[in-house]
């Protein structure tokens, strides 16, 4: 592949001055030099320019993208009829039971949204009407999403709101570079602060509604977590009365390659889950998904109606998400071309000292850079050189962590191994020139 030109052209400079002119500065874009994509297919992304890049970033088009089943079932149910969800319809429901089919006994209901913020806004609401609780407890890097009540419990941004003090949070479980990195009893120390959590919303007069968690911790740079963490805090939460929110937004669908669902690689059954992303391919859909036993005090108080969430073409393309996975085995497909991959890193690593730690499962991995393996310090001004350099040679990967020095991999699933073995050579190149 070619090396991306570097210019930025006047026609994007326009589209730059007019984007921030319509759309105001709060809008972020990736890349010191922004990407105008115009195509995509599969794992491939086209600029204006007629460049072509390997996606190694998005969850979004989880099947690949414009994957034809799924843009043949977008458009046969959009000719058809598509309408909120206060009218009886098939699809729906078929998929309601398609989605609760691939949970755990006892999680068989699923209350459709748009957003995976909806999604946990929601959930958050159960939990509180199921505990009769407000006090929230999450890790200290997450990211939940964007309402004014995710934002809240959003830890891994300031928000110009003041927090409220029913909100605690607790160090992210990781193995490699957090408060108890290495020690044998790692799993009971990281355990041990939901105690702590839970005591300190006692002080403040709450309880424990909810214990929300990203499965994979994505947001805190996806740690090798402790063993039986997530049991032993889950353990403690439910002591004090509170409920175990698993946010599947990121591992969800088979990513992990090991499971279908974040929380099964933990060996936890969560009381609620909540998922979005890739679950309509791009077509906006989330969901909750939960106990008769956990919604029943909720239903009783409250409706819920939300005008775009589970359309019938957003039930069609979701359930042709489902279908893709399964007709093209693409869970195991990750957890092969995700082992390959590992290996790839872990040898590459073999002659780049900055690569200090490599993790992850299945299509989900993550690379941290580090300025020197022995001190761990986080390589966080080369990540961002790397992530930008990688652009340039035709690959559009992002970062994560507290640090932003760790590289995240987490591409459509239809990732082949000449994928990985082009990802693999452009970061031995880019590695190289940043050394
Ligand atoms: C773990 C997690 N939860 C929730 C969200 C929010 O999803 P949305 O942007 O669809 O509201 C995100 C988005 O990045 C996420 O990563």
Redesign the pocket.
């Known amino acids: 592949m070619n090396e991306v030109k570097q210019t930025v052209s006047p026609h994007l400079q326009e589209m730059l001055d007019r984007r921030q002119r319509l759309m105001g500065k709060a809008y972020r874009l990736f890349y010191k030099q922004p990407v105008h994509i115009v195509s995509g297919e599969g794992v491939w992304l086209y600029d204006s320019d007629g460049n072509k890049y390997l996606d190694v970033y998005n969850n979004v088009p989880h099947v690949g993208h414009c994957h034809p089943h799924v843009v043949e079932a977008i458009c046969k149910q959009a000719q058809k009829l598509n309408t909120h969800t206060r009218y009886l319809h098939e699809l729906v429901l078929e998929y309601a039971e398609k989605l609760t089919d691939k949970f755990p006994a006892g999680l068989d209901i699923a209350m459709f949204a748009?957003?995976?913020?909806?999604?946990?806004e929601l959930a958050l609401r159960l939990a509180r009407a199921k505990t009769g609780a407000s006090g929230m407890i999450v890790t200290d890097h997450?990211?939940?999403?964007?309402?004014w009540a995710?934002a809240q419990i959003t830890s891994c941004y300031e928000t110009s709101e003041k927090r409220g003090d029913n909100i605690v949070t607790v160090p992210t479980p990781d193995s490699y570079r957090g408060l108890y990195a290495g020690d044998a009893d790692a799993a009971d120390q990281y355990a041990g602060h939901l105690q702590t959590a839970i005591d300190t919303l006692a002080q403040r007069g709450h309880r424990p509604a909810a214990f929300i968690v990203?499965t994979?911790f994505?947001?805190e740079g996806l740690p090798t977590v402790p063993r039986v963490y997530l049991a032993k805090a889950v353990e403690i939460v439910r002591r004090a009365g509170g409920l175990f929110v698993a946010?599947?937004?990121?591992p969800g669908f088979g990513r992990l390659g090991s499971h279908f669902w974040g929380f099964d690689s933990h060996g936890v059954v969560p009381d609620i889950a909540?998922m979005?992303?890739p679950m309509g391919n791009g077509y906006?859909i989330?969901a909750v998904v939960t106990s008769a036993d956990v919604i029943e005090p909720f239903q009783k108080g409250s409706h819920y109606f939300n005008t775009f969430g589970g359309t019938p073409v957003a039930c069609a393309a979701a359930l042709a998400v489902l279908e893709v996975i399964k007709n093209e085995n693409l869970q195991a497909k990750a957890l092969e071309t995700g082992t390959y991959l590992l290996e790839g890193l872990k040898e590459l690593a073999t002659n780049q000292a900055m690569i200090g730690d490599i993790r992850g499962s299945g299509l989900f991995l993550g690379i941290d850079l580090v300025r020197d393996r022995k001190s761990r310090e986080p390589a966080t001004i080369e990540t961002e050189r790397a992530v930008n350099l990688l652009r340039q040679h035709g690959i559009l990967i992002g970062s994560t962590g507290q640090y932003d020095n760790i590289l995240k991999i987490r591409p459509p699933m239809v990732f082949s191994k000449a994928n990985a073995d082009l990802l693999l050579q452009k970061l031995q190149t880019v590695l190289q020139e940043i050394r």
Not at 114 to 120: F, Q, R, S, V, Y
Not at 142 to 147: K, Q
């Open positions: 748009c957003t995976g913020t909806e999604a946990n997450a990211y939940h999403g964007t309402s995710i990203d994979i994505s947001n946010d599947e937004v990121q909540t979005g992303k906006p989330s």
